[in-house]
């Protein structure tokens, strides 16, 4: 058996004021800051060992991996940042509060933008620069629906997490609330529908359970 553990980051500062915030880039809250800390002694408890870690290229993802991993005493692993595990993209709502969304949309286009599938939300008119994203030559998106950040998720599922998995080795995954879904789609056979439902709480670690062809015998979520 080999086990994948997800984890949302702690709460960040843009959670904490009810923003939509996807690939800009802020820092956890010191509520979050505590949850990533609990995350990291939680997963200590398993006493699992990992042979790498991945997260995305935000600091709030970042600073939650780095604190996970010294709870664990596993600083030393290996660790892989990829934009491709970075939150979904808002597009225009990206530095909005919710609330004031909801108020000027109503509550059903609101819930189609932020939960739906393949709704996309308004679009940037023209793509943000990031050196981080322009090094790598990637443009960064004028938004997305939550299936586009599963297609672009995926090509780093099946070619960094999945081969380390099917050879034996323990995965950590810290990211955010849309891409985990998106992952959780994929490992849970979700359908487009459903996947609505799903949230994935700030700092609440998931232990998945695979055989040697990665079907999923045993899932837990771990808090107190």
């Known amino acids: 058996m080999v086990e994948l553990v997800i984890l949302r980051h702690g709460e960040s500062q843009a959670n904490r004021d009810g923003i939509f915030t996807g690939w800009s880039d802020v820092s956890l809250t010191e509520k979050g800051i505590a949850q990533a800390h609990e995350a990291g002694r939680l997963i200590a408890s398993t006493g699992l060992q990992f042979e790498h870690c991945h997260t995305s290229m935000l600091k709030r993802a970042i600073a939650t991996a780095h604190i996970v991993l010294d709870e664990i005493n596993q600083l030393y692993i290996p660790e892989t940042k990829s934009w491709r595990l970075n939150e979904r993209h808002y597009g225009a709502l990206r530095g909005k509060k919710k609330a004031a969304v909801k108020a000027e949309v109503g509550e059903q286009q609101f819930k189609r933008w932020r939960r739906s599938y393949k709704v996309v939300p308004p679009l940037l008119t023209v793509p943000d620069y990031d050196a981080r994203y322009a090094a790598l030559g990637v ?7 939550l299936q586009m950040a599963y297609d672009r998720l995926m090509p780093y ?15 950590l995954v810290v990211a955010h609330g849309s891409t985990l879904r998106a992952l959780i ?14 949230e994935v709480p700030n700092g609440e670690p998931i232990v998945y359970q695979f055989d040697t062809k990665l079907h999923v015998v045993d899932k837990q979520v771990l808090n107190q």
């Open 139 to 145: 443009t960064e998106p004028v938004g997305e629906s």
């Open 185 to 198: 789609k994929y490992i849970e056979r979700i359908d487009d529908v459903a996947i609505d439902q799903l």
């Open 157 to 171: 599922w099946q070619d960094q997490i999945a081969p380390r998995l099917l050879s034996g080795h323990n995965q």
